[in-house]
Nanobody, 119 residues
Framework: VQLVESGGGLVQPGGSLRLSCAASGFTFSSYVMSWYRQAPGKERESVATITGAGISTNIADTVKGRFTISRDNAKNTVYLQMNSLAPEDTAVYYC?????????????WGQGTQVTVSS
């Protein structure tokens, strides 16, 4: 199983980034995919979740209206579109996969990609 994030980087406040997470080694369309983030000195927090078929999503209140999660099951990839970025969005962003929504945490994790929002 492998989850590989990409798309992070340095962006100015108000800017946008799109993160990608390419999955392999499991039946991607059967898994709930999530994006998490962890800022320095803080706990990892859930940012967005999408069900296997992509029908249902859940976005954290802290990023609602600015971030969008989507997936392309043909490409085994999940995306996080981040708009109107603010310095408090600076964190390492991780994607995670879990077989069922009821699972508290993902079974599989990527290595993370750094997002830095700064002028």
């Amino acid at each position: 199983v492998q989850l590989v994030e990409s798309g992070g980087g340095l962006v100015q406040p108000g800017g946008s980034l799109r993160l990608s997470c390419a999955a392999s080694g499991f039946t991607f369309s059967s898994y709930v995919m999530s994006w998490y983030r962890q800022a320095p000195g803080k706990e990892r927090e859930s940012v967005a979740t999408i069900t296997g078929a992509g029908i249902s999503t859940n976005i954290a209140d802290t990023v609602k209206g600015r971030f969008t999660i989507s997936r392309d099951n043909a490409k085994n990839t999940v995306y996080l579109q981040m708009n109107s970025l603010a310095p408090e969005d600076t964190a390492v962003y991780y994607c995670g996969a879990k077989r069922f929504s009821s699972y508290f945490t993902p079974q599989y994790w990527g290595q993370g990609t750094q997002v830095t929002v700064s002028s």
